[in-house]
């Protein structure tokens, strides 16, 4: 499985930006797929999972900001980011895994930055 990140970018406090991830290879069910986030200095935290059957679930840093959405025909997970904030700088790294096994996948990460 290879995922593919994109949509970082630079963008000013109060504005918007989507995330892309599309995976390669694999299937596409069973699943979890989710975007985690690594500022300079800090572990890198998570920021919003989706599973195959649509159950969401966010870090309250982004609830009400950030929205996670998939397409199952396009094998994509998008994460739409509003309300931009200079905290939410950091690389965003998307991930998938399957229910029941152990592997871990992840994508080669994507750079956003909000100005203030």
């Known amino acids: 499985v290879q995922l593919q990140a994109s949509g970082g970018g630079l963008v000013q406090a109060g504005g918007s930006l989507r995330l892309s991830c599309k995976a390669f290879g694999g299937t596409f069910s069973s699943y979890i797929m989710g975007w985690f986030r690594q500022a300079p200095g800090k572990e890198r935290e998570l920021v919003a999972q989706i599973s195959s059957d649509g159950y969401e679930n966010y870090a309250r840093s982004v609830k009400g900001r950030f929205t996670i959405s998939r397409d199952n025909s396009k094998r994509t997970v998008y994460l739409q980011m509003n309300n931009l904030e200079p905290e939410d700088t950091a690389v965003y790294y998307c991930?998938?895994?399957?229910?029941?096994?152990?592997?871990?996948?992840w994508g080669q990460g994507t750079l956003v930055t909000v100005s203030s």
């Open positions: 991930n998938l895994r399957y229910y029941g096994r152990s592997e871990n996948y």
